[in-house]
């Protein structure tokens, strides 16, 4: 068997790994298979032959791959003018398996890759590559150039920041979720009773301009009233996860790990008295976001 065969048999057996890193990293099928195409065309180039761990070599190219992306999109960002819609902030390949990039998206967790999205470029790598992959922080300082220390302390950040900060006790944290994950049920069916069940009968919905935008009304009052509006958003609240938003259980619509709309809910013992559906730009940048416990 030829040297070539058999390292592209090596590099098969490990793209699966390089794909779950990459896409970890990015968020984005078609450009994790891009970053893993681009590792095997530095193999086939290099002289693999004083490569002594070809899964751990691998891995620190597509790391590095990857980073480069993260901060080209990180430049490309800063550079787009104040209000622009979240949607437009990448404008990102169309995904090459929609179906499978939304499978993936699940199994690692939209709210998960949402808040990862927040995180600067060195953050989200160090964070992945050792919370998710128990890369040691001597290969992860090497890829940031920095000290093995500093590189820790990226991983910290971003743990922080994934965990969020709530402002509720786990037992109330627990409550609000029960009580969210109904509201969601309820909605994701289309069913007006199950709604009020949960809503306070006094309810405020309150909705910015850009999630007004298609015609919704930027107030309602009354949870019969909002209820019988509600059955218009069934379909779109399949798209719905449950996170951390400001401290409480709210719920983000974050197509592709991109967040569009953010719900906050203020609740009183079992009923939902205040919803606030956001979504201008300036406001979601302001949101603390993170993953339920």
């Given amino acids: ?17 390089l794909q779950a890193v990459a896409f970890r990293m990015l968020g984005s099928l078609s450009e994790a298979e891009d ?20 899964g751990g070599w691998l891995t620190t190219v597509v ?51 949402t808040v990862l999205e927040l995180l600067d470029p060195a953050e989200r790598l160090a964070f992945v590559l050792h919370d998710m992959f ?19 302390q990226l991983a910290s950040r971003a743990r922080r920041r994934v965990q969020g900060a709530p402002t509720a006790s786990r037992k109330e944290l627990a409550q609000q979720r029960e009580v969210v994950s109904a509201f969601l049920a309820a909605l994701r069916a289309g069913d007006v009773e199950a709604l009020v069940a949960v809503l ?5 919905v309150r909705a910015d301009a850009a999630s007004a935008a298609h015609g919704a009304a930027a107030e309602v009052r009354g949870a019969r009233n909002w209820a019988a509006q509600a059955l218009g958003y069934s379909r779109g609240a399949r ?14 619509l974050a197509p592709h790990g991109r967040i569009s709309r953010a719900i906050r809910f203020t609740l009183a013992g079992d009923k939902i008295t205040a919803i606030d559906v956001i979504g201008e730009r300036a406001a979601l940048g302001q949101l603390q976001l993170g993953v339920l416990p």
């Fill in 200 to 204: 306070d009968p006094d309810v405020v």
């Fill in 63 to 113: 790391a590095r791959i990857c980073l480069d992306i993260l901060r080209s999109r990180k430049t490309r960002g800063e550079h787009l003018q104040r209000g622009e819609a979240p949607d437009n902030l990448e404008r990102r390949a169309a995904p090459s398996d929609p179906e499978r990039e939304l499978a993936l998206a699940d199994s690692v967790g939209l709210a998960l890759l």
């Fill in 134 to 152: 128990a890369v040691p922080f001597e290969e992860i300082a090497t890829i940031v150039e920095r000290s093995p220390e500093a590189a820790r």
């Fill in 35 to 54: 970053a893993v195409q681009e590792a095997w065309l530095r193999l086939s180039r290099n002289d693999s032959s004083a490569v002594e761990n070809l």
């Fill in 1 to 17: 068997m030829q040297d070539a065969q058999i390292l592209a048999e090596a590099f098969q057996q490990r793209r699966s790994h």
């Fill in 239 to 252: 798209s719905l996860q449950t996170a951390l938003v400001n401290g409480g259980v709210g719920l983000i």
